[in-house]
């Protein structure tokens, strides 16, 4: 790829153009004069607007970014468009030939930059785009796999798609994982609960076994009781009224305990008028009725399609000409006709039947709420039958006792433990059938921690085969490592003037530098930063070397590359640009004329030079 004119309304360029010329162009401009805007603008006209870093390029006068770029692809000259439509800046694309406007094939707003550049967006700004304070090279996962591409076999070029198909059923079993064990939990409390309350209807049923024994032992004793404290023989009789004594605290307690139990089931033969099992019925006739208006629809809907299949059949037959061939445009119209109303009739029926499945849904609800109500009503029916009958027997003791039937409070302290206790276990019982059995829910249980033990299994070995593919691309970028080594190498040992003979670059980016003299490795940390600039300067252009190999031969763009190497690198610098620029385009912008005076006439150099005009500007 050739590139051969850029113009941009882009950051603080207004509608200017920028000529480039073939082999290298040396670009002088002033601070804020646009050599990073240019560089910007060609990534965005190459692989579309940035949305993370876009908002700085926006045009300081307030307009929509738009440009163009105009370039050599396939031995052709096209031109790139990028205009900004509503919400979406610079996202109208075309590509068109120059020589008759024809769009190019197959270049798209997404796939221009790889089609032109070779590399993707990452790669392409981590190799040959080397931007002004971004010269060291970052670890991205896509340069890791361009990088790797370049020496993996034919069936290997799979890896990434198998990577990522792993890594989402991986991501699918631990979700699912995650909601059976949520389950697998509610499951193992409620079976924890169930044996809990069982237990506890255990020992309720013990203590209402004992209780009613200690009752009849009492019963069975009022008598003798009763015989005992009989008064003795020519005792003087007992003054009148004392027959019948005022009531007591006792018999009154138990009288507002029997007002209380029968307001409280008052109160629930009103509340149960809701609750009915007309009500019920009601609802359960609604869903039958939803439900057969939608096997209806769906017979209607089926006697419509033979109705149109048959009208269709009429039509056919009305275009026949010799009685044996149709008109085809007749035919067409009659087909495409029936097919658009059996389509808008199929819409409008599923429309319907989502309408009624929705009632539907929400009727089973009510009707699964009702059912929980009339359930909790009986059971606390139950339990208030319970509490007036015991209040009901505590009354006439109570009764008796002042009759002097009873002449004593133990019985009547039995009667009143036995009716707790009865109420207590019938509470229990509502609750144990509340939850069900506990068989089913341990074979429920049992289900769910067989799956989930398996898509742990699935989980482990999901993990250990993306393991193996990351160790196996690992392994591919180890067999490029000696390759980029040894073109980095050769960079530095030319840049460096002969102070470094070789370079080591590791897992991540991370560069070593061998002294020419020998010695350990120098980590790239521990240099100067114009020693740091001539070590990843060697590195991107290794990169660059290695990643066009085979392909279209992308330009290589430096923005104020140099600034921090000293007159002697940085000329050996310009030599080695000049001699890249014999095999593809380089495009060099600088701040200072550094550049130009240590090149001096150079023919091979095409120069721009925008501080000229800037001084000259009064």
Known sequence: ??????????????????????????????????????????????????????????????????????????????????RSKQGAPMGRFSAVFLSDGRAVPGMTAARAGELLTGVSRAVFLRSVLIQQGQLPVEEHRQLAQCMAALVSTEGSAHAPAAQAALQRRRAEAQSESNTLAEEARRLQAQLEELWALGTQEQYA????????????????????????????????????????????????????????ARLRLDAMEEESTRLEEDAIREVEEQISIREREIRQRGWSFFGFCLLALVL????????LVDLEQLRPAMLAAAVCFVGVVVLLVGLIRARLDRRDYREID?????????????????????????????????????????????????WMEQARLLAQKEAHLALLQGRLRGLGEAPQVEAQLLLLQERLQALRREEAALGI?????????????????????????????????????????????????????????RPRAGLSQGMRDMADLSLRLALADLLVRGGPACPLILDDALLRLDDAACLRALKLFLHSAEHRQLILLSGQRREAQLLGEDTRLHRQDFLRRESAAP
């Open 465 to 521: 085969a993306l393991a193996a593919l990351l160790e196996a691309e690992q392994a591919l970028c180890g067999r490029l490592s000696p390759a980029l080594n040894e073109q980095a190498g050769r960079y530095l040992a030319y840049l460096s003037g002969g102070a470094y003979e070789g370079m080591q670059v590791e897992p991540g980016f991370a560069v070593f530098l061998q002294p020419a003299k020998g010695g350990a490795l």
């Open 205 to 260: 049923r013990e203590g209402l076994e004992a209780a009613r024994e200690r009752f009849f032992q009492e019963t069975a004793e009022l008598p003798l009781r009763e015989e005992s404290e009989a008064p003795p023989e020519g005792a003087e009789p007992q003054p009148e009224g004392a027959e019948n004594p005022p009531p007591d605290a006792a018999q009154q307690q138990a009288e507002a305990a029997l007002e209380a």
């Open 312 to 319: 269709a059949v009429a039509v056919m037959a009305s275009t």
């Open 362 to 410: 929400q009727l089973n609800e009510e009707l699964e709420e009702r059912y929980l109500l009339l359930e909790t009503w009986d059971l606390e029916w139950e339990a208030a039958l319970l509490r007036e009958e015991a209040a009901r027997q505590a009354l006439e003791l109570l009764s008796l006792r002042r009759e002097g039937l009873a002449t004593t409070g133990e």
């Open 1 to 82: 790829m050739i590139l051969h004119r850029m113009k941009a309304q882009f950051g603080p360029l207004r509608g200017e153009t920028l000529q480039l010329s073939e082999g290298m162009n040396l670009i002088h401009a002033p601070n804020e004069g646009g050599k990073s805007s240019w560089c910007a603008f060609l990534s965005c006209m190459l692989y579309g607007w940035d949305e993370e870093e876009g908002a700085q390029w926006l045009p300081w006068d307030g307009a929509q970014p738009e440009g163009e770029l105009e370039c050599s692809y396939q031995g052709e000259r096209i031109l790139l468009r990028r």
